[in-house]
């Protein structure tokens, strides 16, 4: 979104061919300083729980919620 201050992305977006820009995801956003989103994968990375909504991304970019 344009409010973000930044996000961490799972890819470098403008160096990745066309055909796989689609899975490409976000796996931070920070708003106000604040991490909004950290997914799981990532969080484990950096050794902090998961925060905010954990969707499912497949088939290019499509996402579906996460199961319960």
Request: hydrophobic content about 45%; proline content about 7%.
């Amino acid at each position: 979104g344009k409010l973000a201050d930044f996000l961490v992305l799972s890819g470098d977006y403008f160096t990745a061919p066309v055909e796989q820009l689609g899975d490409v995801i976000p796996l931070m956003t920070v708003v106000g300083g604040k991490i909004i989103v950290l997914r799981e994968e990532f969080a484990q990375e950096l050794g902090r729980k998961a925060i905010g909504p954990q969707i499912v991304f497949n088939n290019r970019g499509r996402y579906a919620p996460a199961p319960e």
